[in-house]
């Protein structure tokens, strides 16, 4: 079991007490950006083009207990950037620790090494480390020599010092389904929690534009991927979610189900568009045009988009919507093999795919 019952338990009671109050715009997982700065500038980010004095701004630990208690979500969620070079970086998960509130502090383990000694491990608290495949991969994906290698160092000291980790996984078009599979083998070996996987976002700030993945790409790449899974591999995501990443499901999008706080305020309508801030997390609910966002809707800034940030809070609200739902969930957590004769994806390891070629950036550290 990927996940701890007690987070299981959490997010469920949440959930139904929400719906039980007829709420119909809840969040579930706040995405808290502390700051754009990275130590990394891999090509598929839209976060790391802002002009220097952006980068060199960062919400204060105040501004991030705020915002997590007008959010109210069980679970929050700190991207970036590179939230390990926010200097009180520490101060801010100590706060959310006593709110009592399950954290995914992400990072791309550069820096997990040196900092691991200022965290105390809790069950509140995971790392979710980026890492995009195997080594190969992963070095050209972030545009970096020698990162795969650190982070997996990073990986295996702090679950030696008994920190929950998982992985967290982008990918693009070119990924080569088989490396990726042998990519979760290796993660599973190490014994990370479980892993974490999302298609890149066609962020048109991206450096490379050429290899986001279209809707019917992404399942068909997900499905070679996760069809015939072997029995070890834990996730750490909704079933279901994986479910519409194969294409064995439909959704709409909930951007409000992974609200965004940053230095601008909180960003309408996601994680991943721009389309306005607003001072409070109610003004956010109210005065943002839903109806605008999601596939359905026709807007092209949402076409592509299959994103775990406006699609994996649908499927947990299908899992808590309804006896279907939760019937499909059981179903999906405990038969998952997903056996498919078509894909031909379990065999030994074939010839290599062609390298993808991502644009890679030369940056000062680099
Ligand atoms: S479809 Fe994607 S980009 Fe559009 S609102 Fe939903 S999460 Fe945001």
């Given amino acids: 079991m990927p996940v701890p019952v007690s987070q299981m338990w959490t997010v469920a009671s949440y959930v139904l007490g929400q719906k039980l109050k007829r709420r119909k715009h809840f969040p579930v997982v706040l995405m808290l950006e502390p700051l754009m700065r990275c130590n990394l500038a891999c090509a598929g980010c839209g976060k790391i083009q802002y002009p220097g004095h952006i980068l060199k701004k960062e919400l204060t630990p105040e501004q991030c207990f705020n915002a997590v208690d007008e959010c109210g979500a069980p679970m929050v969620s700190i991207p970036g950037g590179e939230p390990l070079m926010h200097p009180q970086i520490v101060e801010i998960v100590e706060g959310l620790l006593a709110r009592k509130k399950y954290i995914y502090l992400c990072t791309n383990g550069l820096l997990l090494k040196e900092k691991l000694h200022l965290f105390k491990p809790s069950k509140y608290l995971s790392f979710v480390v980026h890492m995009d495949g195997l080594k ?48 979760f083998d290796t993660m599973m070996e190490v014994g990370v929690e479980g892993m974490m996987l999302s298609p890149g976002y066609t962020y048109d700030k991206a ?22 899974r072997h029995e070890k591999w834990q996730f750490n995501m909704s079933p ?10 439909e959704y709409k999008c909930t951007p409000w189900g992974m609200p965004t706080y940053n230095i601008f305020g909180w960003q309408k309508p996601c994680y991943l568009l721009q ?92």
């Fill in 275 to 366: 389309d306005g801030y607003a001072d409070t997390f109610d003004e956010l609910i109210n005065t943002t045009k839903w109806e605008r966002y999601g596939t359905e809707s026709g807007n092209p800034k949402c076409a592509n988009c299959m994103v775990h940030s406006g699609y994996e809070a649908s499927a947990v609200n299908h899992t808590f919507g309804s006896l279907g739902g939760l019937w499909a969930t059981a179903k999906a957590t405990f038969f998952h093999r997903y056996p498919d004769p078509e894909v031909d994806n379990d065999q030994t390891p074939r010839p290599k795919a062609p390298t993808p070629t991502l644009v890679h950036i030369t940056t000062p550290e680099s």
């Fill in 207 to 228: 450096p490379d534009q050429e290899h986001f993945l279209s809707k019917n790409k992404t399942r068909r790449l997900f499905r070679q991927i996760l069809s015939n």
């Fill in 136 to 183: 190969e991969h992963h070095d050209f994906a972030v545009c970096r020599e020698g990162t795969y290698d650190k982070a997996l160092e990073a990986i295996k000291l702090a679950l030696a010092r008994g920190f929950r980790v998982t992985t967290n996984t982008t990918l693009f078009d070119g990924a080569d389904p088989q490396s990726v599979r042998e990519f």
């Fill in 240 to 249: 279901l979610f994986l479910e519409y990443l194969m294409g064995k499901r």
